[in-house]
């Protein structure tokens, strides 16, 4: 690829704080950025202004080329792409972009969630696209941010390292060498499903939405981490963050704990989640949800606790507090996530074994 801040093109799928911090990235680091939302208010601001504002650890306006709703506008002669939409859109966007995606483009989905770049990459085929696309995935959004208004962005904080993957991971040092020169705490990992079970998000929001619904739903609102977070809700945390742990050490993938992913991207060092999830600085002004209507359940337990309770499957690991939390919000919205969420048979890979899975996932 040819050297950064050449004009060349890249387009950003999302107008949220993410999407649009990353929209930022890129354009100072010389692309011709276009950006996208299913939502006309969120990207009317950016058209009219022209560019994205930013506020905290990122500050100034970075120049957007063209915002629109409609992927036809924003995704030709794009040779990167970001994703940034919540997980549980990861397949209805992968089949609008499929007629608009460009022959050999890089697709960076943050966060992935979890086997986010199969979901892409499956659903984009199976609507018609043929070229070649290299997804990867990162574990967690680069950016600790909030939305001030449409177009503005405040950033508490740039993680400090990110693990991301691509499909297949032979393909992870030539998305490391387009993709960290921009977004420099991308750090490689093994494979997509080493950032898939790292999906540290799937551990920690639904635990402690659940133990706030009252709160939650009577719209009374808290503060997500310090008022939400007890030393017992930490502990639970921790339970359940211990049973993703033992899927990983059974498909071979050496991820750690959620303490220990604090110790990487945040560089902190506690003696226990509590007392670690305290000292994130950028944490301490975070609202939790005022609706039970929150991405906090409806994507991290369909694209987070059901893939992997799906690979516990495979696995031969039992997770009783994974599957306690779903069928919870299955009561909770009379939903079945088990039959809507992402499985490895919806994924198209329900006739691996764990040794077909590696394979495919390294390439």
């Known amino acids: 690829m040819t050297n950064i801040g050449d004009g060349r093109r890249a387009a950003v799928i999302g107008a949220g704080p993410v999407g649009c911090a990353s929209a930022a990235t890129l354009a100072r680091h ?21 560019g994205v504002l930013l506020s905290g650890a990122l500050d100034g306006e970075a ?6 709703t409609d992927l036809g506008e ?29 022959d050999g483009a890089v697709l960076l989905l943050q966060p992935g969630q979890t086997l986010s770049s199969v979901a892409f990459l499956n659903t984009a085929r199976g609507h018609g696209f043929s070229g070649e696309l290299t997804p990867a995935e990162t574990v967690s959004t680069l950016f600790t941010c909030r939305l001030i208004e449409p177009g503005h962005v405040d950033v508490f904080a740039l993680k400090k390292a990110v693990p991301f993957a691509a499909l297949p991971a032979t393909q992870t040092p ?49 503060l997500f981490y310090k008022e939400g977070v007890s ?13 993703r742990v033992a899927i990983a050490a059974a498909l071979g993938v050496d991820c750690g704990t959620l303490r220990d992913w604090y110790r990487v991207a945040y560089h902190i060092e506690e003696r226990d989640l509590y007392h670690t999830l ?10 939790g949800p005022r609706s039970l209507d929150t991405r906090l359940l409806l994507e991290d337990v369909p694209t987070g606790l ?58």
Do not use: W
């Open 30 to 50: 010389g692309f011709e950025v276009r950006i996208n939302d299913v939502n006309a208010e969120m990207v009317a601001p950016i058209r009219e202004r022209g």
């Open 63 to 68: 120049p957007i080329a063209g915002a629109a």
């Open 231 to 243: 030393p017992a809700v930490a502990r639970m945390v921790e339970a359940v963050d211990a049973e």
């Open 306 to 363: 059901v893939p992997f309770l799906s690979l516990a499957r495979l696995a031969g690991v039992e997770c009783p507090l994974m599957a306690a939390q779903v069928e919870m919000c299955n009561a909770l919205y009379g939903v079945d996530f088990f039959r809507t969420g992402r499985t490895l048979e919806k994924l198209g890979l329900g006739d691996l074994d764990r040794e077909g899975l590696l394979a495919l996932v390294q390439g």
């Open 74 to 102: 924003v995704l030709p002669g794009a040779e990167i792409v970001v994703n940034a939409v919540p997980g549980n859109a990861c397949e209805a966007v992968a089949a609008a972009a499929a007629p608009h995606l460009e």
């Open 174 to 222: 030539r998305v490391a060498d387009i993709l960290r020169p921009i977004f420099e705490p991308l750090t490689p990992v093994s494979s997509v499903l080493e950032t898939s079970l790292l999906n540290v998000n799937a551990t920690l929001h639904p635990v402690v939405v659940l133990a706030n619904a009252r709160i939650t739903d009577d719209g009374s609102g808290y």
């Open 278 to 287: 305290a000292a994130v600085e950028s944490y301490a002004t975070i609202e």
